[in-house]
């Protein structure tokens, strides 16, 4: 069954810094998020993309985020400067066309030092 | 705004005991409601959907969820818990087709042997 898979599993960068999560979708899939989840919280919705731009994001996502398909196959979430406060699990999903479930991949742990 | 609540935070049961765990919605129109596991470092897997029709949905691992739009809840039961169902339960409800999902707080779910 096909999967949506995230490089790497597991970032530790320095506060201040950038960073770039990965994510390749499933390959027919049109929808692509990113949510996030603080440790021992609940999943936070992030940002939706659709046809090659944002179409809905939370009050999370600041200027310091953004979002690119780069190439048609992967899915990026670049933080520019990094806070404590976004260390995090990062969760990319996606879904088809239609009234799909979003199917997650195993995500992220983004760990600022 | 939608939102999800989930009273549970912490649910015990013994190996081969029922289980149900509750989740509550607020929405304005019609939801569409999903259940996802996530095991210890895992991402969140789909266990069921409601979009619409028979409000009794089966999913996968022996689950099935019951929509009662009189209570606005989507509760999870299980006849007999397995030893490897131990992991975090999120309700969810998603608005339409390529929009967010709303998460509720999760519950943890512990099986004694």
């Known amino acids: 069954e096909p999967e949506v898979t995230q490089t790497p599993s597991h970032q530790v960068t320095q506060m201040g810094q950038e960073v770039i999560l990965r994510c390749v979708p499933i390959?027919?899939?049109?929808?692509f998020y990113w949510y996030r989840q603080i440790l021992g919280q609940k999943v936070e919705f992030l940002v939706s993309?659709?046809?090659?731009?944002?179409?809905?994001k939370s009050e999370i996502f600041d200027d310091q985020f953004s979002v690119e398909r780069p190439d048609g196959s992967n899915f990026t979430l670049k933080i520019r400067s990094t806070k404590l406060e976004d260390s995090a699990m990062y969760f990319c999903?996606?879904?088809?066309?239609?009234?799909?479930?979003?199917?997650f991949g195993d995500g992220t742990r983004l760990s600022i030092l | 705004a939608q939102s999800v609540t989930q009273p549970d935070i912490h649910i015990t049961v013994s190996e081969g005991a029922s289980l149900e765990l509750r989740c509550n919605y607020s929405?304005?129109?019609?939801?569409?409601l999903f259940w996802y596991v996530q095991s210890p470092g895992q991402g969140l897997q789909l266990l069921l959907k409601?979009?619409?029709?028979?409000?009794l949905v089966q999913g996968i691992k022996g689950f099935e969820a019951e929509f009662k739009r009189s209570q606005s809840s989507f509760n999870l039961r299980k006849p007999s818990v397995h030893w490897s169902d131990a992991a975090e339960y999120f309700c969810?409800?998603?608005?339409?087709?390529?929009?967010?999902?709303?998460f509720g707080p999760g519950t943890r779910l512990s099986v004694l042997p």
């Open positions: 999903a996606s879904s088809g066309k239609g009234l799909q479930p979003q199917h």
């Open positions: 390959s027919n899939h049109l929808y």
């Open positions: 993309f659709y046809n090659n731009e944002i179409s809905e």
């Open positions: 929405y304005g129109a019609t939801p569409y």
């Open positions: 409601y979009f619409s029709g028979d409000t």
């Open positions: 969810a409800v998603g608005r339409n087709y390529g929009q967010n999902f709303v």
